[in-house]
């Protein structure tokens, strides 16, 4: 994907990097809340 400017895609990265950034640390924490859920019924 080739856009005119190369700050474009700059900026669209960094917005995504944010977003990403909390769906990352959302899906960290939902895994940890289920492998310590594992780990009490083991």
Known sequence: MKFGSNNIPKKLRIANCKSNIV?????????ADERSKE???A
């Open 23 to 31: 769906e990352i640390v959302e899906a960290g924490l939902e895994y």
């Open 39 to 41: 780990l009490i019924n």
